[in-house]
């Protein structure tokens, strides 16, 4: 099965509500999708969001990226010499870790079509349905309560509330959650590098004398800021998830030795693709440090991907995969299958995918 072009093009999928937090506003999703082409007729997806204030790729980036760096090293590859492809693909270009998910999770989709199993199987297949929490967006306290009940009339268990853009603000808006949605409901929160050191301990503190039962708080702190997460991690006692602050391996081993933060939080389009997520898991299992796996604003290609990887991991104890279940659309047909909270595989060969309708494949 070997490599025989790489097709790129755009997709765009209305949100059912904006999606708001610490640093920016979002009405749709608007992704580049990869489309692989081979020599036996199989075909592999891969997809990837233009997230600028977090990754700095671009919808321009991205395509750049794969058709002036990354395409010329893997057309002719043959898709059984994964070890190959990865090495290639790893040097073809820094950063741009966007571009280089797409395309691994492309070529993930077509090794589980060359042995004819479903991706998750090939990676440890620890289970084969999740259960995803679903995002509230940072708005007036009343509105994210409203959603907050909303969510969990829906069957949510798990609510992940964006704060961090006025800590004063930040309390009021999770003590009128939590009274609106009783203790029934484990509620993470979602800072988004949005506070300091010394103002996201402040608030936490705030947070855990009022009761309002926490079960983690995601990136306090501004991702370079280490010492900063650090501090925090040693002076509360809701456990920290390292988001934006961890990309890498390397970056996971530094966060893990410095005990800079309790929990991690992978996401395809940081580390780029499934290969160096796996790293992750692996550098995590043995600090014993459990990970959650996200996603940015992403439809049901590259999120796919992720359950296939959330699936087959022990070390992946959280999930937080709610893209397609944010868009009013679902223009892919097969995947994985999303039913509000819930999210199952089938034992479809690679991801599963069969089309992805309004794709519009740029000419070259
Ligand atoms: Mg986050």
Redesign the pocket.
Known sequence: MKITDIKLGNISVPLKKPFK?ALRTVESVEDVIVKIETDTGNIGYGEAPPTGVITGDTTGSIIGAIEDHIKKYLIGMDIENMEEIMLRLDKSIVNNTSAKAAVDIAIYDLYGQLYNTPVYKLLGGYRKEIVTDITISVNAPEEMAQDSIEAIDKGYKTLKIKVGDNATLDIKRMQAIREAVGYDVDLRI?A?QGWNAKEAIYTLRKMEDAGLNIELV??PVKAHDLKGLKLVTDNINIPV?A??SVFSPRDAITIMQMGAADLI?IKLMKTGGIHNALKICSIAEIYGVECML?CMLESKVSVTAAVHLATAKNIITKI?LDGPILCSEDPIDGGAIFEDYKIRLTDDPGFGFKDIHGVNYIEY
């Open positions: 937090t979602d988004n995601e990136q998830l988001d934006e939080n996200g937080d």
